[in-house]
């Protein structure tokens, strides 16, 4: 068994905006078994933030406790990064945000470490509409503790043991929706063409960006009567709406014809085109999306894609009005402005 | 793009680099992993079945297979390939009991061969083996031919190259003709042979007939090989103290450090061409540069300057090159005075010529506007389909390498005439496949990637080996440092082998392969394909390996460039679809089915 990666790269990859190859935001060689979806995920991740032209060190990372929340060892490794408490992740998200609002924070979590034991965390992170991109790499079972059938698995997937999962599965896109956060978008792992550009828009959004990927347990979960398997995935998929991200710097050069195509602007100027389905509705609006989701789900479907987005969204700081400055850059001259600021303001009080 | 077919064993022979380069295929990567593991003599004996003769070749080749080899692309320097052949012949136990025999029976076939060269060496050695009774003829009074007379021992020690001669001489079979100059071939075809082989080399240096002096000083100057021979043979044992030599190729190399070791203090190399355009290997450049000889570009001859009967240097004039539309060159005066410089003597390496004086139109034997004889390409039959020529009498000066291969094939159509049989109707390549797979996530070869940089030969002091010829400049690697050396290999020949049918299009592989070889991607036209993949593959010289069409409706395509054969893909492959299996190519030899 390897225990590293080769180190050389091919000699003609290309560079980045920085000038970095894919290689400045890969990480250690994957433990997961081989085969895994997360690994597919963790690719689409590094390729996101190489082409976005993201420097690594403006990155957090965290996570929680599962396969999914080992994946943060195998990506941008020279980020900064923290396996918090199994569900605990939201917390030290929110944290560590509200000391430096400057990074990116990219929340790794899996469908146990979310529905399960981290449900109550993820509630609240999300109607804080935290600024963060929240990962749940969702397998429908916990694959650590050897396959048992998780709180995302639908009633009725058998996994490899057979046995049907008798209760409700949690559909955590229509939570987080129901929760308000602005950002909700499903991928799968095998379908890295609309993944990346999933990745790169939740990156580029402002305030919660949730995104559900579904992938494949190839160990315990990947029998073909599983709505988690590859086999299933693929042959029950269904997109909202095919879409392309166009990064603020990037000319828009493609013409699109203005019946089929929504563009959807972020709050950094980079802009999301839609192209509609003709018997879709637009996602920006909440129901919409909700209703999208059921009808797909009677029909036995699985709805990918953006599912909801509201560009113009207040996230946490700006709800809790705090400064600008990033907490660990204020010196004491500014924390302590001395007795006559201190005087006025209690003059203002009485 | 069509499927790639993996069952023609052309597909993966390709993909070895080197083996594909070398002129006799020889296993590359079999012999370098044997060395690995420290059993030198089957590494040995893997190169000596395939080259002949393993310890000459890990000396002096001109190794093709270095330029070939992936590590140059994916880093700088190649696999010290050549010096690893040394290695197993340093290293080897005695070989006499695993080397080939020639049979007691005799099959009753006699073949002549002229020469006794590498080229007829081969075919000696292929055919003994089968029983054929073979008279050898040279005019010198020991084999070797070119190897012996134009490579100084101090890069190959005559023990060594006795050595391996003699293995082929005292096989059994061969009746040795030395000091035996064929002066008209019809004598030999005159006596009955089932076949003849020609293997006279390209005899003749090319002189400066025409050039102002060269009569007048025709005492101090010499054409180079001739000189070689001449040091080899101690007629010459001394040269002066300032010593020109015209020419840019290896032999230039040999006669300007031959001369640093008879007296010649001021010796200089001087090229028309530009330096980068010079034919000299690399690294026999590098060797004569490091004894303190210097070389100068852009000088073409204009005149030997003799006074008083002696000659007293040469004069040059300074050129600069041009190039037209079409990349032609020409050499262009740059408008300066001649250049003269002081000489005592002039070595001439600036070409060879082949030369048959012993073979006239009468004999039936036809040559094209060369001078070289018309052959097949494929049996090199000449016009007379039982007369040979191979090395480089067939085609002109090459290598001994090439000479080699053409011993092999030569051995092979001779085989074939005598029984009888169609001579294009020739024995396939051995191929063998060996599945790697040790464990779960193991393999039998070692698949690690090491970033070791190619290690240095050592070398003996300087100064010891000017004073004397005789002294082997080059050490061999010792046996740790070969080691490491061994461990920079590849193993291009574990191949990734992939199985569409068992593929879930997971893409693990992709995501872990470290040189991002490997695609799933829409089909389309080669051209168009190249340039859709993750890094474009523009090294039109290595193929794409192109799967039948997936449950998506997408190909796999693998991009063979850089593929660093560490196995990554299939380790992390869940169902199989990706394995490592060696693949085993022999280029046949006489007698092969």
Same mark, same amino acid.
């Given at each position: 068994m390897s225990y590293e990666r080769p180190k050389f790269r091919h000699?003609?990859?290309?560079?980045?905006?920085?000038?970095?190859?894919?290689?400045?935001?890969?990480?250690?060689?994957?433990?997961?078994?081989?085969?895994?979806?997360?690994?597919?995920?963790?690719?689409?991740?590094?390729?996101?933030?190489?082409?976005?032209?993201?420097?690594?060190?403006?990155?957090?990372?965290?996570?929680?406790?599962?396969?999914?929340?080992?994946?943060?060892?195998?990506?941008?490794?020279?980020?900064?990064?923290?396996?918090?408490?199994?569900?605990?992740?939201?917390?030290?998200?929110?944290?560590?945000?509200?000391?430096?609002?400057?990074?990116?924070?990219?929340?790794?979590?899996?469908?146990?470490?979310?529905?399960?034991?981290?449900?109550?965390q993820f509630a609240h992170v999300v109607r804080r509409n935290l600024n963060m991109i929240y990962i749940v790499m969702n397998n429908g079972c916990y694959g650590l503790t050897k396959g048992q059938d998780s709180a995302t698995a639908d009633k009725g997937s058998k996994s490899r043991k057979g046995a049907p999962v008798s209760f409700e599965s949690i559909d955590l896109c229509e939570l987080a929706i129901l929760l308000g956060a602005d950002f909700v978008a499903r991928g799968f792992s095998g379908d890295k063409k609309q993944l990346l550009p999933m990745l790169k828009a939740a990156i580029s959004h402002k305030g919660m960006a949730f995104v559900d990927v579904i992938s494949p347990c190839v160990t315990f979960n990947n029998a073909p009567t599983s709505t988690k398997s590859y086999s299933w995935v693929r042959d029950h998929m269904e997109a909202t709406a095919t879409f392309d991200f166009i990064p603020l710097q990037q000319e828009i050069l493609t013409e699109y014809d203005h019946g089929s195509t929504i563009p959807v602007s972020l709050h950094d100027g980079s802009v999301i085109t839609l192209h509609k389905r003709e018997d879709k509705e637009i996602i920006t609006n909440k129901k919409d999306a909700i209703n999208s989701l059921e009808e797909a789900k009677a029909r036995d479907q699985i709805l990918t894609g953006i599912l909801y987005l509201k560009p113009d969204s207040e996230d946490f700081h700006d709800i809790n009005q705090t400064t600008d400055t990033p907490l660990n850059q204020l010196t004491e001259k500014e924390l302590c402005p001395g007795d006559e600021v201190l005087q006025a303001f209690n003059d203002s009080m009485r | 793009m069509k499927p790639t077919d993996i069952t023609n064993p052309e597909y993966f022979h390709k993909v070895v680099d080197c083996q594909y380069a070398c002129p006799a295929h020889t296993n590359v990567p079999e012999y370098i992993r044997l060395i690995l593991h420290e059993n030198y003599t089957q590494a040995y004996m893997i190169n000596w079945v395939s080259n002949v003769f393993p310890g000459i070749l890990g000396r002096v080749c001109d190794r093709p297979c270095e330029p070939a080899c992936r590590r140059v692309r994916v880093e700088n320097e190649p696999v010290a390939i050549c010096r690893l052949k040394r290695v197993a012949s340093d290293n080897r136990d005695e070989v006499q009991p695993l080397l080939f025999r020639a049979p007691k029976k005799k099959n009753g076939k006699r073949v002549a061969l002229i020469g006794a060269g590498p080229a007829s060496l081969t075919v000696a050695r292929d055919l003994a083996a089968l029983g054929y009774e073979l008279d050898l003829f040279d005019d010198q009074p020991v084999a070797g031919g070119f190897i012996r007379s134009q490579i100084p021992s101090f890069r190959l020690p005559e023990e060594v190259l006795n050595t391996e001669l003699n293995y082929i001489l005292d096989m059994g079979g061969i009746t040795t003709h030395f000091n035996t100059y064929?002066?008209?071939?019809?004598?030999?075809?005159?006596?009955?042979?089932?076949?003849?082989?020609?293997?006279?080399?390209?005899?003749?240096?090319?002189?400066?007939?025409?050039?102002?002096?060269?009569?007048?000083?025709?005492?101090?100057?010499?054409?180079?090989?001739?000189?070689?021979?001449?040091?080899?043979?101690?007629?010459?044992?001394?040269?002066?103290?300032?010593?020109?030599?015209?020419?840019?190729?290896?032999?230039?190399?040999?006669?300007?450090?031959?001369?640093?070791?008879?007296?010649?203090?001021?010796?200089?190399?001087?090229?028309?061409?530009?330096?980068?355009?010079?034919?000299?290997?690399?690294?026999?450049?590098?060797?004569?540069?490091?004894?303190?000889?210097?070389?100068?570009?852009?000088?073409?001859?204009?005149?030997?300057?003799?006074?008083?009967?002696?000659?007293?240097?040469?004069?040059?004039?300074?050129?600069?090159?041009?190039?037209?539309?079409s990349g032609k060159r020409s050499l262009v005066p740059t408008g300066e005075d001649p250049v003269m410089l002081e000489c005592d003597e002039v070595l001439l390496a600036i070409g060879q010529q082949n030369a048959f004086p012993f073979i006239d139109e009468s004999s039936g034997i036809e040559f094209n506007d060369w001078g070289?004889?018309?052959?097949?390409?494929?049996?090199?039959?000449?016009?007379?389909?039982?007369?040979?020529?191979?090395?480089?009498?067939?085609?002109?000066?090459?290598?001994?390498?090439?000479?080699?291969?053409?011993?092999?094939?030569?051995?092979?159509?001779?085989?074939?005439?005598?029984?009888?049989?169609?001579?294009?109707?020739?024995?396939?390549?051995?191929?063998?496949?060996?599945?790697?797979?040790?464990?779960?996530?193991?393999?039998?070869? @070692?698949?690690?990637?090491?970033?070791? +940089?190619?290690? /240095? !030969? *050592?070398?003996?002091?300087?100064?010891?080996? #000017?004073?004397?010829?005789?002294?082997?400049?080059?050490?061999?690697?010792?046996?740790?440092?070969?080691?490491?050396?061994?461990?920079?290999?590849?193993?291009?020949?574990?191949?990734?082998?992939?199985?569409?049918?068992?593929?879930?299009?997971?893409?693990?592989?992709?995501?872990?392969?470290?040189?991002?070889?490997?695609?799933?991607?829409?089909? @389309?036209?080669?051209?168009?394909?190249? +340039?859709?993949? /993750? !890094? *474009?593959?523009?090294?039109?010289?290595?193929? #794409?390996?192109?799967?039948?069409?997936?449950?998506?409706?997408?190909?796999?395509?693998?991009?063979?460039?850089?593929?660093?054969?560490?196995?990554?893909?299939?380790?992390?492959?869940?169902?199989?679809?990706?394995?490592?299996i060696k693949y085993s190519y022999k280029s046949p030899i006489a007698g092969d089915s």
């Open positions: 000699p003609e990859a290309q560079k980045n905006k920085l000038g970095y190859t894919r290689k400045a935001y890969e990480g250690a060689i994957s433990t997961l078994c081989a085969g895994c979806g997360h690994d597919s995920i963790v690719s689409s991740i590094i390729t996101a933030f190489f082409e976005m032209s993201i420097e690594p060190h403006k990155v957090a990372k965290l996570s929680g406790i599962g396969c999914s929340s080992k994946t943060p060892a195998y990506f941008l490794g020279r980020s900064h990064g923290f396996n918090s408490v199994h569900g605990r992740m939201p917390s030290v998200a929110t944290g560590a945000n509200m000391a430096n609002k400057d990074l990116i924070y990219l929340g790794v979590s899996g469908d146990g470490d979310t529905a399960s034991i981290g449900m109550g | 064929v002066s008209d071939i019809r004598d030999i075809m005159d006596k009955g042979y089932d076949a003849i082989f020609v293997g006279t080399g390209a005899p003749r240096g090319r002189d400066l007939p025409g050039l102002p002096g060269r009569k007048e000083g025709d005492k101090k100057i010499h054409v180079g090989i001739e000189w070689l021979a001449a040091v080899v043979f101690q007629h010459v044992e001394k040269v002066g103290k300032r010593v020109l030599v015209l020419g840019g190729g290896n032999t230039a190399m040999d006669c300007c450090r031959t001369a640093r070791r008879l007296g010649g203090e001021d010796v200089k190399v001087i090229v028309r061409s530009p330096m980068a355009e010079m034919k000299a290997s690399e690294w026999e450049i590098e060797d004569a540069v490091k004894e303190d000889i210097p070389i100068i570009d852009n000088h073409v001859p204009l005149e030997f300057v003799v006074e008083n009967g002696t000659l007293i240097g040469m004069r040059f004039q300074k050129v600069k090159p041009e190039y037209d539309q070289l004889p018309v052959l097949d390409p494929v049996t090199l039959q000449s016009s007379i389909p039982n007369i040979f020529f191979g090395g480089d009498s067939a085609f002109g000066p090459g290598n001994i390498i090439i000479a080699v291969a053409h011993g092999h094939n030569a051995a092979i159509s001779i085989d074939l005439l005598c029984q009888s049989k169609d001579t294009h109707d020739r024995p396939e390549p051995k191929v063998t496949l060996a599945g790697q797979k040790l464990g779960f996530h193991d393999w039998i070869y @070692d698949s690690q990637i090491t970033e070791d +940089e190619r290690q /240095i !030969v *050592p070398t003996v002091e300087k100064a010891k080996t #000017l004073r004397d010829r005789l002294v082997e400049v080059e050490l061999g690697f010792p046996v740790y440092t070969g080691k490491t050396e061994a461990k920079r290999c590849l193993n291009c020949d574990v191949q990734t082998v992939f199985d569409y049918g068992l593929c879930i299009e997971c893409d693990a592989c992709v995501d872990v392969c470290p040189t991002s070889c490997i695609n799933f991607i829409e089909n @389309d036209e080669e051209e168009a394909l190249r +340039e859709k993949l /993750i !890094v *474009p593959a523009r090294n039109l010289d290595e193929d #794409l390996y192109v799967s039948e069409i997936l449950p998506t409706g997408r190909v796999m395509v693998k991009d063979e460039n850089v593929c660093l054969h560490c196995g990554m893909c299939a380790e992390r492959c869940p169902t199989a679809a990706w394995d490592m």
